[in-house]
């Protein structure tokens, strides 16, 4: 047996109908506006977290940039007057100090220049060299298994020499070639001309290492 709804429930039914279809269309239009706001939402944290990256990126840079050029400076090696310690090409860093200890390889203004040279004697310091080049300092020769040949070189000064307050008496490795302290030229480095002590080679990569 079928049984007719009343007037009054089918109203009622068609009044639930219309309020969930109004509930319905006003979910999709809550939607639809939520969904931009969260696109705009992820690209607003996305440009946020970029300009931080690019922000830590320049302040990373200039911190390096200022380590380089006032703590450690690098340098390239022109020429072989320092072979077979260093050669032409390499590239070395060093510590930007003028606080020198015999054996030390420094770097130096000369002319306009930078030059590299190994310490041999200090302030106060008696230097000599004999005619086949042997180095003496306050007396005693001294060690060098840096050196290939020993040699005279380019000497225009007469030994033995005293190294003045504040100067270091330099030669180079490769004693048949280099121009240094035993050339008028150069003569004995002030302080004030030194750049740093050289402490690693970073390039060639076979190079790679700390200078001894």
Do not use: W
Not at 92 to 100: M, S
Not at 113 to 119: D, G, H, M, S
Not at 129 to 146: A, H, Q
């Amino acid at each position: 047996m079928m049984y007719m709804a009343d007037n009054e429930s089918q109203n009622d039914l068609a009044k639930e109908l219309e309020e969930l279809e109004e509930h319905r269309e006003a979910l999709e239009e809550s939607v639809s506006e939520d969904v931009p706001k969260k696109k705009k939402s992820k690209k607003r944290r996305y440009f946020s977290v970029l300009k931080k990256v690019f922000a830590t990126l320049v302040v990373t840079a200039a911190v390096i940039t200022l380590i380089v050029s006032y703590v450690f400076p690098v340098m390239r090696i022109y020429g072989n007057s320092m072979s077979s310690t260093l050669v032409d090409g390499d590239v070395v860093v060093a510590h930007k100090t003028t606080e020198l200890e015999r054996g030390d390889i420094c770097a130096f203004y000369m002319g306009g220049r930078i030059l590299c040279k190994r310490v041999i004697g200090v302030s106060g310091d008696e230097i000599n060299i004999d005619k086949d080049g042997t180095v003496f300092v306050n007396g005693e020769m001294i060690d060098e298994p840096y050196l290939k040949s020993k040699s005279i070189g380019e000497c225009d000064i007469e030994f033995p020499v005293i190294v003045p307050d504040g100067s270091y008496f330099v030669l180079g490795d490769n004693r048949k070639t280099s121009i240094d302290s035993r050339n008028s030229v150069i003569g004995m480095v002030s302080t004030e001309q030194v750049v740093g002590k050289l402490l690693f080679c970073v390039l060639p990569l076979p190079s790679f290492g700390t200078i001894d």
